[in-house]
């Protein structure tokens, strides 16, 4: 049986150009929805860096791209201020580095003179000395240092807290639901898709004026839906996770190739990354591999010499939707976005695409692409995506004020008021959800529970993405079975759905931890083994 | 001179636009005259503390960063807390959770102002119980005593 | 005629006290917990062989079990570089002889200390894990031992409002979904509430525990539960249950109840039954009469042709030299340190001996990441990997030849086996604890 649903825009992909694109629409009055087939950001938007930086090195270029990111990252920051934080970046020039340090100051020189537009500070000049003394781990060899600073943000909360903000405008999300196809008239005009969810099986048909593929690298695969090819090079990029911070700083490192990465803080660990490589592997089952991880431990040994002495947890690993390149390396690639009217350019009208771009310009990306959505529909609305504040970044929170009216910890009141800004005592205000269930981050069972019963989460194993449950050391040891009994309390799961849904989360977090497993992780999976096969007893739920 | 100028070709012919090259120009004449006529005043690492003292960033310390690698090998076991309870300890934040926060928490906390919650009441004792059963040999005493003297 | 044990885990105890018994002078070196510490209560012999998944759970609940001594047997065929085959070849009579005399002297030894064993090498017991999912158990520790579930009437939970990690109503809903998955006839599951005297409770199971060592507290539970019982039934408490005195503190409250009592078999962070039976394991080495130093071996240099070995030891208040003419390594794998990761390899830190994996393969020397395989299910080359012995225990270097004279090891350091798999941990820790004491006075005579 078959429900029918009928809106203006269908958004196919939920991360955050998709939920971007959404919430300009809801806020532009567009009735509107999404479908993402698994959970809001957990494609590319995931295995981002999670900066929101300020496109420094588009000043060769074109200045102008610098000055849009810049403000655009103090768009975001206005709009959701609880979930960002700045990172201070530290910049180490080596005797043998191609750039001498005159050529690199003056480039940040020209940067600071845009920084202000993202409350950035301007850089400083460090000796040698000087830079040791802030960070003793950096290598001596060092001729001497910059500082500059961009921002980092939590990308799949950004992701979620657009969604949400969508939905309280009068959007509706769908997650674990795929475009299967795409409905056509008689003309061949796209008219809507058939969605199945793929966590009861059941389809609906969404009728809609037009259809956004937000598809990420998986837009492709959403415009062969509509008989259109779309061609990107898809660009594969991991990152480390350590157990705890490296450095506050981040500081910069060089390849072996001479490509620049960073070891960088990230809410409350520190990542190291990132590779950029053309991906001709299924976006599904996408993994790191022993050389990309040696490769990038290799040059933050270079910045970093005792950075192996640092515990890694885990990596992560994600795609870009590059745009098509030919001829170039994958780094020299343009990072601009593309938007495609299928009408215009192909012979499916009804359907557009957005492809390309990065984190920080998501919000650009989305007015653009709603504006000319808009101007199509014949819809006259500003876009007040930068004015009005996302969820949760109305105010600025107590977080010792929330602690004591809750009567819960500190460390848990600061990260949920890292996720859920002014609206931390709305997660907070039902009964009885003191318990902490995720120690390592940590995160209350009321997080949890609100998060199921108004954030559509559906699925154990997208805790990680959602509020970080599972992410630290233990990778769920500790938390997955009494989370996924809170979640069975919120979605009406029996005992056994929860049992596998704690086997998927254990087997989720291996796949992320085994490519990269060193050092004191050996021991915490033997731990982590011992509690799943110990309070599971069919092994062969475990996938 | 030249070695402080190195690379300058190389980034000048992968300029862009006009908007760019003017950019280029203008900023780095100001630089070489900086350069040549005026002395860089102010301690810049005093600058970057003063910047960035706000975010909870501060000057590392290296006994600190010893401690947080030896409490970053924390196995999530929870033998200590489990230890402590039994000897009638209640420090502010239990053993586990002190290990945890420990360099994972520390700028969050400094940033909001709250570090300060953690050196309020009841203190830790000191008693180490809590590192004698460590399987990672974590000094968690230590750690305890860090975390109150956070500012 | 010293004979130094390295380790204070289970393997580590057993051989300890088995050489105590046989008045042999025995020095243990004991550090932090290992994996014995945080064991969930449960203690099996040979739970599933490789091949055989869980086969032990569905068979036992339709009259075909394998007993205990039936699935060693098997594991001995099916598993010849398990450490029980490498003991007693395929001699399943050889095996069963020591099992029996093993959970004997284990009983003997830890009575004394409210911590024996339950359970018999009949029939397994099938006991509730915290998050409802059941597991059939041979022996177990007296906090979770009564709570066998197969041929009860009836299940009750003790609730317990705020606790960390427990919730009485998770419990219930895991139990009726395995009950029903293992083709048991549901049995009503109900819960208990308002049973903690005030004070008592609250988030730390630790907290509620240590205080219910006091007996006025425990009386207290006891007056509260007085009749919740009924024939049949079986009552389940967090894992709470005192850290003491808990065998005595059941027994009260199932005598109050009217039924079994049992805590549910709880994990890290709340793994209080192992917490437990580590500490009775302590308890039961120092009132052998063995000495004890609480500490760490830094260094060991194997004495070559008769010659005594050296152990440089770590201590609270200082290093400290030992010479020992015989040896027992019983450090355990990586959470005991036994097995440790040094420069992305894995190493065995003390006398740098070859690891090898189940199928043979070595593993040391190698990154620890190249050793496992995608899949959580499917078995990891580096979870079975370990020193390998022959049937007297000693550690055999690459060729075959033994690695250093009158030198034994037990527990998990052995390689060969997966215990989180094959949840024979416990039971290798025992045998090969109570063989490689053998071994090793063997050795000095």
Known sequence: MTQLLRTRVLVIGGGINGTGALRDLALRGVPCMLVEKKELGSGTTWASSGMIHGGLRYLQKDPEVTRHSCVDSGAIQRIAPHLVFRIPFLMPVFPEDPIGPEIVEIGLEMYDRFVPLKNGRPHTRLTREQALTLEPALSPRIDCAFTLDEWGIDAARLCAANALDAVEHGASVFTHSEAVELLREAGGRVVGARVRDRLRGDETTIEAELVLNAGGPWGPDVAELAGEKLKLRPGKGIHLVFERRVSNLAIYARGVDGRDMFTFPHEQNSMAGTTDDDYYGDLDKIETREDEAAYVLEAMERSIPRVRDHRVVHAIQGVRPTLYGFGAYEDELSRDYRIIDHGQEGSAPGIWTITGGKLAAYRLMAEDVTDRLCGALGVDARCRTAQLPLPGGEAPLDHAQLAKRFGIGIAAALRLGFRHGARAPRVLGGPNGQRTVCACEPVLEAELRHAAASEGLRKLVDCPLRMRLGNGACQGASCAAFAAQVLADELGWDGARAVREVAELAAARWHDVAPVLAGQQVAQMEIHRAVFFGMIGALEVLP | ?151 | ?445
């Open chain 2, 1 to 151: 001179m030249k070695r402080g100028y190195r690379g300058f070709l190389r980034e000048f012919t992968r300029t862009g636009s006009w908007r760019a090259i003017s950019l280029q120009v203008r900023t780095g004449a100001a630089h070489m005259l900086r350069q040549l006529f005026l002395r860089r005043s102010g301690d810049p690492v005093e600058q970057f503390l003063a910047h960035y003292g706000p975010d909870g960033v501060r000057a590392p310390d290296l006994a600190a960063r010893a401690l947080a690698l030896e409490a970053s090998q924390c196995v999530v076991c929870g033998l200590c807390s489990l230890e402590c309870a039994r000897v009638g300890g209640a420090p502010p934040l239990d053993p586990r959770e002190a290990v945890i926060a420990t360099s994972r928490l520390e700028t969050d906390l400094l940033r909001e102002g709250l570090a300060g919650e953690l050196a309020s009441g009841a203190a830790c004792a000191g008693c180490d119980a809590c590192s004698s059963v460590c399987p990672a040999h974590i000094p968690i005493a230590r750690v305890q005593d860090r975390l109150r003297a956070l500012r």
């Open chain 3, 1 to 445: 005629m010293t004979i130094a044990v390295v380790g204070g885990g289970l393997a580590g105890a057993v051989a300890t006290l088995a050489l105590a018994e046989r008045g042999a002078e025995v020095v243990q070196i004991a550090g932090p917990p290992g994996a014995s510490a945080l064991a969930a209560g449960a203690f099996d012999l040979a739970a599933a062989s490789p091949g055989v998944p869980w086969l032990a759970a569905r068979d036992a609940l339709r009259g075909n079990a394998l007993s205990a001594l039936e699935r060693l047997a098997l594991l001995l065929w099916e598993a010849p570089s398990h450490p029980y085959a490498r003991m007693f070849g395929r001699d399943a009579a050889a095996a069963a002889s020591a099992a029996r005399a093993g959970i004997a002297a284990l009983s003997r030894w830890l009575a004394p200390h409210g911590a024996a064993l339950q359970g018999d090498f009949a029939a397994s017991a099938l006991l509730a894990c915290s998050p409802g999912t059941l597991r059939p158990v041979d022996f177990a520790t007296p906090g979770p031992a009564g709570g066998d579930l197969s041929a009860c009437a009836e299940i009750a939970l003790i609730d317990a409002p705020g606790l960390a990690g427990y919730d009485a109503r998770f419990t219930a809903r895991g139990l009726a979904a395995e009950l029903a998955a293992l083709g048991l006839a549901q049995k009503p599951v109900r819960i208990i509430q308002n049973v903690w005297p005030e004070g008592l409770l609250d988030a730390q199971p630790a907290s509620v525990a240590a205080r219910l060592d006091a007996p006025a507290a425990g009386e207290a539970l006891a007056r509260a539960l007085r009749g919740c019982g009924g024939a049949g039934c079986v009552v389940l408490a967090p894992p709470v249950l005192g850290i003491a005195r808990t065998q005595a503190l059941v027994a009260q409250l199932a005598e109050a109840a009217g039924c079994a009592v049992a805590e549910v078999l709880s994990f890290p962070p709340y793994a209080l039954a192992g917490y437990r039976f580590e500490r009775a394991l302590r308890a039961a080495v120092r009132a052998s009469g063995a000495r004890v130093i609480d500490g760490r071996v830094r260094a060991l240099h194997a004495g070559q042709h008769g010659a005594s070995h050296e152990l440089a030891i770590e201590t609270r208040t200082g290093a400290q030299q030992l010479a020992a003419r015989a040896l027992v390594l019983a450090t355990g794998r990586f959470t005991g340190g036994g097995l440790a990761p040094s420069d992305g390899e894995v190493r065995e830190p003390l006398l740098g001996l070859p690891l090898h994996d189940a199928e043979g393969r070595r593993i040391d020397g190698i990154p620890a990441h190249r050793s496992v395989r995608k899949g959580y299910a499917t078995w990891q080359p580096l979870y079975t990997a370990g020193v390998r012995v022959d049937p007297q225990l000693r550690p055999l270097a690459p060729r075959g030849e033994p690695a250093a004279e009158r030198v034994f090891c037990a527990g998990e350091l052995i390689g060969g086996f997966d215990p989180a798999r094959e949840r024979t941990g416990l039971g290798v820790a025992l045998l090969t604890g109570l063989a490689a004491a053998a071994s090793a006075a063997q050795a000095l005579q």
